[in-house]
């Protein structure tokens, strides 16, 4: 296999990071992945991946730790800003928990990158950062024009969304006045298999439905990206020197009731929780951007059945 050099992804052992770790090797990078505890069996699925024994090294690396991430992006070409807190819940203490880490966490490994001559850095953003607009016009589509606004983010309590706005602006800005190149990636919800062994949030809504433990839901648009195409788009705009700014990465808008009967018909055996009335909120977005690059998806059904398979493999469902 041709070699295509030394990146590193930070947050490797997480759902996303687990997924482009194995994208990566499978296209013959070297690649440094940081974890918080590298002694933990938690990471053992990583060693596991094909070409993770010889071409996997990983580093104990915190966010706010910069010597940590220093060590990590030493002798990369490119780096995958993937690591940033992904609570299920809300958090106690938001701006400790979630903006610090997310914020000076971006910036340190930004600066760390331009420290180490690395050229280009792809940070993991969402569409937490586009959708929460009232500013918008509710008929127009949002593109990567469109960003939350922070004040609306703080006075609403939606701090995951606050982390990512502000993290993803300070990124850009700091690309623009340093010349480290800096694109941002904006996925949606994000399903697909699992690599990694404990449960991440958004996996999580998907185990709920099928379990039962949603007394009822609300029918609004879900935006469904599967996370090996996700992965797909942080190697695209890595490698496309043509790439830059933001891009959302989204595949598949989707009812919640009409998700639940596609479900109830592809795995019958789960129990689904019944669907409220029509909500008012809905956004529509458009990954028209990252299309142009030659992104694609992969069907829906694909992207549930082997989510499904993934959590029934890990025995978190029962199959009889
Ligand atoms: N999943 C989605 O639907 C979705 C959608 C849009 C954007 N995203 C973004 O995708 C990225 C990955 O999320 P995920 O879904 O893969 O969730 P995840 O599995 O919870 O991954 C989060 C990763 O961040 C690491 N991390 C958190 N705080 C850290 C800190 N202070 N220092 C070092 N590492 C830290 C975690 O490390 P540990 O393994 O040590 O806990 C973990 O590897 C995040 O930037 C998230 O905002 C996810």
Request: net charge neutral; charged share 25%; glycine share 6%.
């Amino acid at each position: 296999m041709e070699k295509k050099g030394r990146v590193c992804v930070t947050g490797a052992g997480g759902y996303l990071g687990s997924s482009l770790v194995k994208l990566l090797l499978s296209r013959g990078y070297f690649v440094h992945g940081t974890v918080r505890d590298p002694s933990s069996e938690k990471y053992a699925h990583l060693k596991k991946l094909e070409y993770g024994s010889e071409n996997l090294q990983l580093f104990k690396a915190e966010l706010l730790d910069y010597g940590s991430l220093c060590a990590a992006v030493a002798g990369c070409d490119g780096v995958f800003h993937v690591a940033s807190p992904c609570p299920p819940s809300t958090v106690p203490n938001p701006e400790i928990e979630l903006i610090e880490p997310a914020v000076t966490g971006t910036l340190n490994v930004l600066k760390a990158s331009s420290e180490a001559k690395v050229k280009r850095v792809i940070v993991v953003s969402s569409v937490a950062a586009v959708i929460m607009a009232p500013h918008w016009s509710k008929d127009k589509i949002m593109d990567e024009t469109c960003w939350s606004d922070k004040d609306y983010c703080r006075t609403s309590g939606n701090w995951y969304c606050l982390s990512k706005t502000a993290a993803e602006s300070e990124a850009l800005e700091y690309g623009k006045k340093s010349g480290l190149e800096v694109v941002t990636v904006c996925p949606s919800q994000v399903l697909g298999p699992m690599l990694q062994p404990t449960m991440n949030a958004s996996s999580l809504i998907l185990f709920k439905i099928l379990t039962g433990v949603y007394e009822r839901l609300e029918n609004k648009t879900r935006y469904i990206v599967d996370v090996r195409d996700v992965a797909e788009a942080l190697l695209l705009t890595y490698e496309r020197s043509d790439a830059s700014g933001r891009y959302i990465c989204t595949a598949h808008p989707i009812r919640t009731r009409d998700l639940i009967e596609k479900l109830r018909r592809m795995f019958p055996q789960y129990k689904y929780p019944p669907v409220s009335e029509d909500a008012t909120n809905d956004v529509q977005m458009s990954a028209e951007r990252l299309k142009s690059l030659g992104w694609n998806c992969r069907p829906l059904e694909e992207t549930l059945v082997d989510t499904v398979k993934s959590f029934e493999e890990a025995g978190l469902l029962k199959t009889d």
